[in-house]
């Protein structure tokens, strides 16, 4: 392989904007429960106080989510905060007992262990990457436009 076209080892972006990706166990259909949704929203919108990181837009499906989300200075890691993430929002979710599913009735957890994330390298790719995921309940057949799916959103305006 000629040295001219080797892959970056490492990119430096300054205050990136990470696109998140995570799946509850099993893909089980639950999150689009608007009493499930209500908790991981209100999880994202304290995610700044709790853990250094500001959540943007957000697209909520019935077996995954997808967020945007930049770290603060002195922000947690990314996968910690995630991780802190998921284990707030299970314990929420599993408190309420609603809707009763296989994991709150045996203990097993809400997410799938791992998650996807990328970097976003402009503005462009933010305005790209939020277009196509809003997209995805229509896409999906849940709904004719994007407008008319109840769970999506954004807690704070993120910019590159």
């Avoid at 503005?123 to 277009?131: G, M, Q």
Wanted: charged share 30%; net charge positive.
């Amino acid at each position: 392989m000629h040295k001219h076209l080797r892959r970056l080892d490492r990119i430096w972006v300054k205050d990136p904007v990470y696109f998140i990706t995570t799946c509850t166990y099993r893909r089980q259909p639950i999150l689009t429960d608007d009493s499930i949704a209500a908790v991981l929203v209100d999880e994202w919108q304290s995610a700044r106080d709790r853990h250094g990181w500001v959540i943007g837009r957000y697209v909520i499906m019935p077996d995954h989510v997808h967020f945007f989300c930049s770290a603060e200075l002195e922000a947690k890691p990314l996968a910690e905060f995630v991780g802190a993430w998921k284990r707030w929002t299970s314990r929420r979710v599993h408190a309420q007992g609603q809707p009763r599913t296989a994991s709150s009735a045996t203990g097993r957890p809400l997410w799938q262990r791992e998650f996807f994330d990328h970097v976003l390298r402009s503005s462009e790719s933010y305005s790209e990457k939020w277009n196509y995921v809003r997209d995805n309940p229509v896409r999906a057949g849940f709904v004719a436009t994007a407008d008319d799916w109840k769970h999506a959103g954004e807690v704070e305006r993120l910019t590159l």
